[in-house]
C-alpha cells in the first residue's frame, strides 16, 4: 500500500527496507527511505509523519489509510523476559 501525504513524501510498505510488512517513509525527491526512528535534518521520521498527517487533516484521510500511517509509528513490545 501507499499513501502520498505530499508531492514528496509517501508512507508505504512496497519497499525493499520494510521489515515484517512495517511501513517506511519515503522522500520521493531523493527515493531515499526512512523507519520510524530514523532523523531527517532534526526530526525523527515519525515526527514528520505526524506532521504531514496534521497539516493534511485527517479528514482528507480514509480510515484505513489512517490506520496504515499508524502502523509506522506504532512501536513493537520489547522483548519480555521468562
Known amino acids: 500500500m501507499k499513501i502520498h501525504l505530499t508531492d ?3 508512507v508505504t510498505d512496497e519497499h ?14 531523493t527515493w531515499k527511505a526512512y523507519q ?3 532523523v531527517i535534518g532534526a526530526i525523527s521520521a ?6 504531514l498527517v496534521e497539516e493534511m487533516g485527517k ?3 480514509l480510515p484505513e489509510e ?3 500511517i499508524s502502523r509506522f509509528n506504532d512501536v513493537e513490545p ?3 523476559p521468562v
Open 8 to 10: 514528496s513524501w509517501t
Open 16 to 29: 525493499p527496507i520494510t521489515f515484517k510488512g512495517k511501513p517506511v517513509l519515503l522522500d520521493l525527491a
Open 36 to 38: 520510524r526512528r530514523d
Open 46 to 51: 515519525s515526527q514528520v509523519v505526524s506532521l
Open 59 to 61: 479528514n482528507n484521510f
Open 66 to 68: 489512517l490506520q496504515f
Open 78 to 80: 520489547a522483548s519480555q
